[in-house]
């Protein structure tokens, strides 16, 4: 299936009520529930789930096999790596219906999450972090950090171009590929150019 402003593989399925932006792709197997928003550009891969009031801004991209459950808000250019997992419930029963509980989770603007990731509900994931494959995301993650492991705890920072940034004593940084320059201020980090 195809339209003026996005793309939708045929074996894809799109519910009522979706708003779907320009230039979005929809591939193979995925299914996009009614009430979620999709932004422009973005790039869903193949057996995706987007639930219902699943909110995704522009240029978000979203790997194979990727649930995206009600609760989750993805900002701009955000991208989710390859089966990673988010949840919605802190404490899930088959035999309970706890639809009412669901926390929410956001994930700012330009974050990475790496492959395998799973990330608990209630959480933030700060501007331009970058979660390591694999990691289990229990708290919420600082704008810039590099986070690993589980569960995961902060090992560093990235730049907005997504390399590690080396503080000097003067707690200052160039990002040697981008030449972006960030300071270091009470553990927060801040692009100043």
């Not at 089966?83 to 509980?101: G, W």
């Not at 690993?148 to 902060?154: F, T």
Request: with cysteine.
């Amino acid at each position: 299936m195809s339209t003026n402003s996005y793309f939708a593989h045929e074996t894809s399925v799109i519910d009522d009520n979706c708003k779907i932006g320009d230039g979005t792709k929809i591939w193979h197997f995925s299914h996009i529930m009614s009430d979620s928003v999709i932004g422009d550009r973005c790039n869903l891969g193949q057996n995706v789930v987007v639930s219902p009031k699943v909110v995704l801004g522009n240029n978000v991209k979203v790997q194979n096999n990727v649930s995206i459950y009600t609760g989750v808000i993805c900002e701009d250019d955000v991208f989710l790596g390859p089966s990673m997992v988010f949840t919605n419930i802190v404490n899930p029963r088959s035999a309970i219906i706890r639809r009412d509980k669901y926390k929410t989770t956001l994930v700012k603007k330009g974050a990475s999450i790496g492959a395998n990731a799973t990330i608990i509900c209630g959480n933030t994931i700060g501007e331009f972090s970058l979660i390591g494959a694999g990691a289990v995301v229990t708290k919420n993650v600082e704008p810039y950090a590099l986070v690993v492991g589980n569960p995961s705890k902060q090992i560093g920072w990235v730049s907005e171009y997504g390399h590690r940034l080396e503080f000097d004593s003067t707690c200052f940084a160039i990002c040697k590929e981008s030449q972006e320059k960030y300071q270091l201020t009470d553990n927060k980090v801040t692009k100043i150019s």
